[in-house]
């Protein structure tokens, strides 16, 4: 987990600056405490995508990532890491507006600092997400995750 921490900070110190330059939507919204819920959203469950082909620092989001959702929170899961074990958090949705804040067992919020908000697509089995906000100086790796491909359910 450590590492991948590492991998994520160099990825980001070396793409912030640009990310930030190409992309006025990319401000943080600075939410908090959001309370997630399914509200009908069909989303429960598990789904996979595969990252691969990326270069430099991007090759540390590469291999297979997993994101279960289940009563308003959700794990991530990804598969170049010893146990799998990502982070998580609670989501919140509206209409077709998914809004992720990653947290703690404790509540407190750890990796991406922030909320991420993201328009998604449910087709059958093919999930999408396309970026309307999120603090690109400390969550780019959620960004390039969600947003990469489609992710299935399982």
């Not at 990319?26 to 509200?39: E, L, N, P």
């Not at 540390?60 to 799998?84: N, V």
């Not at 087709?123 to 690109?136: E, M, W």
């Amino acid at each position: 987990m450590k590492r991948l921490a590492l991998r994520l900070g160099v990825a980001l110190a070396l793409f912030a600056t640009s990310a930030a330059a190409g992309s006025a939507a990319a401000q943080g919204t600075g939410a908090s405490g959001i309370t997630g819920t399914t509200g009908g959203s069909g989303l429960s469950g598990t789904y996979k995508t595969t990252i691969s082909g990326q270069s430099g620092p991007l090759q540390a989001f590469e291999g297979i990532w997993t994101i279960k959702f289940k009563a308003g929170r959700y794990t991530w899961k990804h598969s170049a890491e010893p146990g799998g074990s990502v982070d998580g958090g609670k989501y919140k949705i509206s209409g077709s507006t998914i809004t992720f804040r990653d947290t703690s067992a404790h509540g407190d919020s750890i990796g991406c600092q922030g909320s991420g908000k993201y328009k998604f697509k449910l087709r059958g089995k093919k999930l999408t997400f396309t970026l309307i906000s999120d603090p690109v100086n400390s969550c780019y790796g959620r960004e390039v995750v969600l947003t990469t491909g489609p992710f299935t359910k399982v």
